[in-house]
T-cell receptor, first 109, second 114 residues
């Protein structure tokens, strides 16, 4: 079993839709959590950190449930430019970052 | 701003050949990483260096060696390439403190082993 598991997708949604991605992690000692975005044939880039109290960045909301070892990302009012693969990332220790396999999102006109 | 630079960007090898992927960062980061990315598998950690002078195995270290040459440079070596090592390889760096999760990636190196 992979240490970080994500919805496999793909998610195909119309512009303006709300879409949610889920992620679970197996190591309860994990200390910090992130969502990354990766465009086709490009390198991943940080989208946002995930805090225990939940946090928002514009149309993006991230949630963490440590008891259930579960992380989520909600995208509201989807744009064509949101089309990408979204990667859940878990930080176990200094230098040790583990990625989920990613969920592909396609937003259509 | 250069950020993280990795070379070469493309490489074709024959089974059994060796090669080294080079990576350098100019952000004075403590930690550096090598990942491989395969379709449907996401990024898998090969090796990482939490700080200069240390290296540790990640999820898939077999068939690879690394060297943290100095704070800036972290190389990945394939001693005897196998077709299963055909992949896209990403080097990354970070400040190296838990909680500061921003990894800065190079553009990737596409390796094909025939």
């Amino acid at each position: 079993r992979k240490e970080v598991e994500q919805d496999p997708g793909p998610f195909n949604v119309p512009e303006g839709a709300t879409v949610a991605f889920n992620c679970t992690y197996s190591n309860s000692a994990s200390q910090s959590f992130f969502w990354y975005r990766q465009d086709c044939r490009k390198e991943p880039k940080l989208l946002m950190s995930v805090y225990s109290s939940g946090n928002e960045d514009g149309r993006f909301t991230a949630q963490l449930n440590r008891a259930s070892q579960y992380i989520s990302l909600l995208i509201r009012d989807s744009k064509l430019s949101d089309s990408a693969t979204y990667l859940c990332v878990v930080n176990r220790d200094v230098g040790d970052m583990r990625f989920g396999a990613g969920t592909r999102l396609t937003v259509k006109p | 701003n250069a950020g993280v630079t990795q070379t070469p960007k493309f490489q074709v090898l024959k089974t059994g050949q060796s090669m080294t992927l080079q990576c350098a960062q100019d952000m004075n980061h403590n930690s550096m990483y090598w990942y491989r990315q395969d379709p449907g598998m996401g990024l898998r950690l090969i090796y990482y260096s939490a700080s200069e002078g240390t290296t540790d195995k990640g999820e898939v270290p077999n068939g690879y060696n690394v060297s943290r040459l100095n704070k800036r440079e972290f190389s990945l070596r394939l001693e005897s390439a196998a077709p299963s090592q055909t992949s896209v390889y990403f080097c990354a760096s970070s400040e190296g403190r838990v909680g500061t999760g921003e990894l800065f990636f190079g553009e990737g190196s596409r390796l094909t082993v025939l």
